[in-house]
Nanobody, 115 residues
Framework: VQLVESGGGLVQPGGSLRLSCVAS????????ASWYRQGPGEERERVAA????????EYADSVKGRFTISRDNARNTVYLQMNNLKSDDTAVYYC?????????WGQGTQVTVSF
């Protein structure tokens, strides 16, 4: 079982990034998926979530209108499009999949928003 994130990096304030998370080793299409983040000295927080078929999404207030979560079950992939990035968005971003009591985490990808 693996969740592998990619797409992180250094971006200037106001810029955009798209994170990807590819799942393998389990029936990804049966799981809800989320993106979490953890900034320096902060607790991990959920920023966006999507149901198993991509019909319902939820966002943290801090990213509403700027981030978009989506998924492609044919590719076993969940995405996080991040626009108008701010310095407060600097964090390690983690992919998460959950179904009933079973959950999986990715290893994280660093996003740094800075000049």
């Amino acid at each position: 079982v693996q969740l592998v994130e990619s797409g992180g990096g250094l971006v200037q304030p106001g810029g955009s990034l798209r994170l990807s998370c590819v799942a393998s080793g389990f029936s990804f299409q049966r799981y809800a998926a989320s993106w979490y983040r953890q900034g320096p000295g902060e607790e991990r927080e959920r920023v966006a979530a999507v149901d198993s078929i991509g019909a319902v999404t939820e966002y943290a207030d801090s990213v509403k209108g700027r981030f978009t979560i989506s998924r492609d079950n044919a590719r076993n992939t969940v995405y996080l499009q991040m626009n108008n990035l701010k310095s407060d968005d600097t964090a390690v971003y983690y992919c998460h999949a959950i179904r009933l009591s079973q959950e999986f985490w990715g290893q994280g990808t660093q996003v740094t928003v800075s000049f």
